[in-house]
């Protein structure tokens, strides 16, 4: 089945530590964005590529930072974690920005020690 | 963007009927309204997409009402496992999903 698929499904880094999360799809869609979920919050948009557009999203902290090198795979970046970014992050795609039809993998739950 | 208001929290019994309704009274005239589900420790999951009037399928039917203020999503004869997070969201054709604070539906048996 077409999908998205995050890797992995749980990390632990320590504080300051840069750690990358991964996000691959099969679904050939030209959009793919990252959310970050704290507990019992809603998604909070983070960035999106449209292709190798990047947009970022005004609050977003310098702290994080995104790569896309083809269509399939987009990498989450944090440079330098806080305890504060402890989260589910999600990522999603879509054939347009719009929000026709997003597919949603099942996130990474990032802990900070 | 349109801001959406929904209510924090509901509770059904198994088999009824959940109408959860969201007011998004800024809404443009070519902003579209969708609906998402979110289980526990999963992403988001499309439920239904409408413009006006009223839209179904398997899962839920979305009623918009002719001013397209508010919308109403209905779940037939809910069951345990569709205990969840719903978020409404309003969007237009170049602007990512931006979520409110969602509904959090607890269907008791």
């Known amino acids: 089945d077409a999908m998205v698929i995050q890797n992995p499904r749980y990390q632990v880094t320590q504080f300051g530590k840069p750690v990358t999360l991964s996000c691959s799809q099969t679904l050939n869609h030209n959009v793919m964005y990252w959310y970050q979920q704290k507990s019992s919050q809603a998604p909070k948009l983070l960035f999106h590529y449209y292709d190798k557009d990047f947009n970022n999203e005004a609050d977003t902290p310098d702290n994080f930072q995104s790569r896309r090198p083809n269509t399939s795979f987009c990498f989450l970046d944090i440079r330098s974690p806080g305890l504060g970014d402890a989260a589910m992050y999600l990522c999603?795609?879509?054939?347009?920005?719009?929000?026709?039809?997003?597919?949603f993998g099942s996130g990474t739950r990032l802990t900070v020690v | 963007l349109a801001k959406t208001t929904q209510p924090i929290s509901m509770d059904s019994y198994e088999g009824q009927e959940v109408n959860i309704t969201c007011s998004h009274n800024n809404i443009a005239t070519n902003d579209y309204i969708t609906w998402y589900q979110q289980f526990p420790s999963q992403g988001p999951r499309f439920i239904i997409q409408g413009y006006k009037t009223k839209v179904t399928n398997e899962v839920a039917s979305l009623f918009i009402p002719a001013d397209r203020k508010s919308s109403t999503l209905s779940l037939p004869r809910v069951s345990l496992s569709d205990t969840a997070v719903y978020y409404c969201?309003?969007?237009?054709?170049?602007?990512?999903?931006?979520f409110g604070k969602g509904t959090r539906l607890s269907v008791i048996a």
């Open positions: 969201l309003v969007f237009s054709g170049n602007t990512p999903l931006v």
């Open positions: 999603a795609t879509s054939r347009a920005t719009g929000g026709y039809g997003y597919t």
